[in-house]
Nanobody, 124 residues
Framework: QVQLVESGGGLVQAGGSLRLSCAAS????????MGWYRQAPGKEREFVAA??????????YYADSVKGRFTISRDNAKNTVYLQMNSLKPEDTAVYYC???????????????WGRGTQVTVSS
């Protein structure tokens, strides 16, 4: 089992920045591909970013809508994954969920662990 707790959400004006954190506990954190998903009101949960470990280090994947604005990173010593969000837009408003145990492309499955989510609201 892996427990995930997100933090760092809040209300920010368009153009601003936020950094989300996801603290993991339980099973060995380093073995999992980690990522972020989000769900806006009335919409399905969608992929945002993932960090996939590899022999050469790590590969990152981003949704086209956030590419160039969001950056995912992890600190294995702290069992924490981060999502730095810059140049925020009102359409980024959503509940953001941390996810562990994704496939090599960042896709979730029945085995994926989820946090409870943190609300991000971007005002225009």
């Amino acid at each position: 089992q892996v427990q995930l707790v997100e933090s760092g959400g809040g209300l920010v004006q368009a153009g601003g920045s936020l950094r989300l954190s996801c603290a993991a506990s339980g099973r060995t954190f380093t073995k999992y591909a980690m990522g972020w998903y989000r769900q806006a009101p009335g919409k399905e949960r969608e992929f945002v970013a993932a960090l996939i470990l590899s022999w050469s280090g790590g590969n990152t994947y981003y949704a086209d809508s956030v590419k160039g604005r969001f950056t995912i990173s992890r600190d294995n010593a702290k069992n924490t994954v981060y999502l730095q969000m810059n140049s925020l837009k009102p359409e980024d408003t959503a509940v953001y969920y941390c996810a562990a145990d994704l496939d090599k492309y960042g896709n979730s499955s029945a085995n994926t662990y989820w946090g409870r989510g943190t609300q991000v609201t971007v005002s225009s």
